[in-house]
């Protein structure tokens, strides 16, 4: 694996990593609490909260690569552009853009 020196050139790998659908789902499952947990922080003041942020995030995110990708995620090699990259693909795939990025990828829908 080669050193990435832009986002735009780790995206296609970082899209490569999660071709498998059942992994990107909790991806999303994790994100989604995350905005959860954040809008309830800012609701009720329960700062410590914010605590458990990096376990939902990434509890779910792990457990889909080691369950369903069977690969290590990214987030080891490269921290920045991997926790950038998972907010990029939520929005593509709230957007609708995620099949054509995929696509572009080489990833078929599975």
């Given amino acids: 694996m080669s050193r990435f020196t832009s986002f735009q ?6 899209l490569q990593e999660h071709a498998d ?3 990107r ?3 999303y499952i ?9 809008v309830f922080v800012l609701l009720t003041g329960a700062w410590l909260w914010l ?8 509890g779910f995110a792990w457990f889909g690569h080691m ?10 090699q490269y921290p920045w552009y991997s926790l950038a990259a998972d ?3 939520y929005k593509d795939f709230l957007t609708g853009q995620l099949p054509a990025k995929l696509a572009q990828a080489g ?3 599975r």
């Fill in 9 to 14: 050139q780790f995206y296609p790998y970082y």
């Fill in 21 to 23: 659908a059942h992994c």
């Fill in 25 to 27: 789902l909790m991806h």
């Fill in 30 to 38: 994790g994100s989604s609490l995350v905005l959860l947990v954040l």
């Fill in 51 to 58: 605590l458990s942020l990096p376990v939902i995030g990434y």
């Fill in 67 to 76: 369950v369903f990708e069977h690969n290590k995620p990214a987030t080891f």
């Fill in 87 to 89: 907010w990029v693909m």
């Fill in 107 to 109: 990833i078929s829908q």
